[in-house]
């Protein structure tokens, strides 16, 4: 069995040809998708701001193979936006993500000495 690792996974991307009414719901839910709404999640967690409607970032955790690596997990995130923003009627382009592997990721702790 191969090695699991944790992938905090942040996709960018703009927002592209939104229908009238896709463009109504976003300003109306823009409260829920602002700064406090920002999570790591499986489903994935959009926020944006409302003004201007341009850009957006959904954030995800992915737990992947190790030997597939970080490029792995961006893809299945990436994957994973396209398909929840596709369901929900919202149109987009120029998807990027950024990938943290929580397994490899150092942690810098104070020493005792200088705490």
Do not use: C
């Amino acid at each position: 069995m191969s090695e699991q690792h944790t992938y905090r996974v942040i996709v960018r991307g703009t927002w592209e040809g939104l229908a009238e009414e896709a463009r109504a719901r976003l300003l109306a839910e823009a409260a829920d998708h602002g700064m406090a709404s920002m999570r790591f999640t499986e489903e994935g967690s959009l926020s944006y701001e409302a003004s201007p409607l341009k850009h957006f970032s959904m954030r995800y955790v992915v737990v992947s193979d190790a030997a597939d690596g970080e490029e792995m997990a961006g893809a299945l995130a990436e994957d994973r936006a396209e398909t929840a923003l596709r369901a929900l009627g919202y149109g987009f382009r120029d998807l990027r993500s950024t990938v943290t592997d929580l397994d490899t990721m150092k942690i810098n702790r104070k020493s005792r000495s200088r705490q």
